[in-house]
């Protein structure tokens, strides 16, 4: 048992060994496995099952190509049932958009031109800038301009199709947009104000053809003019002029130069050639030009803001005789103002006189002015003088008399003092005798006082009948006692 267990084993593991080569190695990855590398994409076709239907990608069992394409990676497909082809993926960069056609799918009905998804025809979603994997058995794409508006500028929208077909009322402003070229066209009108210009030009001195505007005037004569207009397009207005003139350019040819030859015409033919000599007759003509373009713009949905005569070209033969009547009449103007001028000089110099004799008596009298107020001026300042003085003794002497009155103050004060002192003395010196008890004894503690410092005074008692005892026997018993105490308190201050 043993034995045949370890057989099936054997067995066992001899089949898994040949599955994971045969069948992993060579038939998975030597033969089935299928790269696709980045960038590309695999196209897959069904080789089995029933044919996929007309106009249609075929299913997982259907024979055919099927519409989902491999991305970039290995991949395993049986080669008996399917077959590969690497197709490249759709770059579009920014800036572009890319229109895509399907070749299958339902057939459009009747009044549609873009299809949606399973139907035939151009469809209506547009690819963005960016990497895509587009089938190209059923479909095909093509790399436009994406719609990028311009600041000054705004797009009017012409819708293709739908019940809304033509031009839309809104316009795009600036910026940037993916939008379907099939579906909607997209005219880029610029906005705001722009000029017409043009110059008359001479070949000698016959004019170029077609240069200036001209036309004819009251004397028969040929005028030529250099012209400017100021003129343009709202935002507003950009989808009717589009709907009635086609482009800008169009608008320029139709309506501003037709109506520019037409008005200056009609006003040009009531003025000679002389009067546009005249500097008032052209801004005149001007204004009068101005008006009636601006009449006609506001008519026409466009915004005329000036027209600008920048130049007269009469006719050669007029001109050279006006301009020599006016270069006379000028010579004249000029004799006249030079007799005016030596009119003008001859009493200037007369007046000059007069103004210098003015002058002098002006200054005489101003000299004699000055003096009397020089005069009155010193003789007020002199008195001012005296008053202060006066003024300035007076306070002095009242300075003197505070003074005195404060010294005999002073000195009454201080002889009070003294006095007052004295008293003070003579009070304390009463009141020392009282205290020791006469005069005698004040006066034997003064003489105490008086004596030397280093005098030392022993009393001692000698009995009666001694000449010590006799001599101390006028003292009273006070007196000795205190200079005893005093005789004693110096004795210790010592020691």
């Given at each position: ?7 099936v084993?054997i ?19 030597g033969?089935?496995r299928?790269?696709c ?14 044919p996929?239907g ?26 008996w ?19 895509v ?5 339902k ?50 929208q ?43 030009e001479?070949s ?15 004397d ?10 100021v ?32 008005i ?32 006609i ?16 070209h009469p ?22 103002i ?7 000089a ?10 210098d004799?003015a002058?002098?008596d ?29 003024e ?7 300075t ?10 002073e000195?009454q004060a ?9 008293k ?35 009393y ?5 009948g ?8 006028g003292?009273n018993e ?18």
């Amino acid at each position: 048992m043993k034995k045949l267990g370890l057989v099936v084993l054997i067995a066992l593991g001899c089949v898994f060994f040949a599955y994971v080569i045969l069948y992993q190695a060579i038939w998975r990855w030597g033969i089935c496995r299928k790269y696709c590398s980045y960038g590309q994409s695999l196209l897959v076709t069904r080789k089995t099952g029933a044919p996929a239907g007309r106009d249609a990608y075929a299913t997982e069992s259907q024979m055919g190509v099927q519409e989902q394409m491999a991305g970039p990676g290995r991949h395993f497909l049986n080669p008996w049932v399917y077959s590969v082809r690497s197709v490249p993926n759709v770059l579009i960069p920014a800036g572009k958009i890319a229109v895509v056609k399907s070749n299958l799918g339902k057939d459009l009905p009747e009044g549609r031109f873009l299809a949606e998804p399973g139907e035939k025809g151009t469809l209506r979603t547009v690819l963005t800038p960016g990497t895509w994997r587009v089938n190209n058995h059923g479909q095909k794409a093509e790399i436009v301009d994406a719609t990028i508006i311009d600041p000054g500028y705004v797009g009017v929208q012409t819708l293709r199709e739908g019940k809304d077909k033509g031009i839309l009322a809104d316009v795009l402003q600036p910026g940037y947009y993916n939008i379907n070229p099939r579906e909607k066209r997209i005219d880029v009108v610029e906005i705001g104000y722009r000029m017409w210009s043009v110059q008359t030009e001479f070949s000698g001195t016959a004019v170029k053809k077609d240069s200036g505007v001209s036309f004819p005037l009251a004397d028969g004569k040929e005028m030529y003019i250099d012209f400017t207009v100021v003129w343009g397009i709202f935002p507003q207005d950009a989808p009717r002029i589009i709907k009635e003139y086609g482009t800008v350019e169009m608008v320029e040819s139709k309506i501003i130069v037709p109506q520019i030859l037409s008005i200056c015409k009609n006003i040009g033919s009531n003025y000679t050639t002389l009067q546009f000599i005249e500097g008032e007759t052209r801004e005149k003509f001007q204004n009068e030009v101005t008006t009636a373009l601006q009449k006609i713009g506001k008519e026409k949905g466009i915004h005329m803001l000036i027209a600008l005569v920048r130049g007269f070209h009469p006719a050669q033969d007029i001109k050279e005789t006006i301009q020599a009547g006016m270069i006379a009449e000028e010579e004249k103007n000029t004799l006249l103002i030079e007799q005016k001028t030596d009119q003008v000089a001859a009493q200037l110099e007369k007046a000059e006189k007069i103004v210098d004799i003015a002058v002098k008596d002006f200054n005489a009298e101003t000299s004699a002015l000055v003096a009397g107020e020089r005069e009155s001026g010193e003789k007020k300042a002199a008195e001012i003088k005296a008053k202060a003085e006066r003024e300035v003794a007076a306070r002095k002497r009242q300075t003197a008399e505070v003074e005195a009155t404060a010294l005999r103050i002073e000195g009454q004060a201080k002889a009070d003092v003294i006095e007052a002192q004295k008293k003070a003395d003579a009070k304390r010196l009463e009141l020392l005798i009282s205290a020791f008890g006469g005069p005698g004894p004040f006066n034997l503690f003064t003489f105490a006082e008086n004596l030397p410092k280093d005098l030392k005074i022993k009393y001692r008692y000698a009995g009666s009948g001694t000449l010590w005892t006799d001599a101390m026997g006028g003292l009273n018993e006070l007196s000795a006692r205190k200079l005893l105490e005093y005789l004693n308190r110096k004795e210790k201050e010592k020691e």
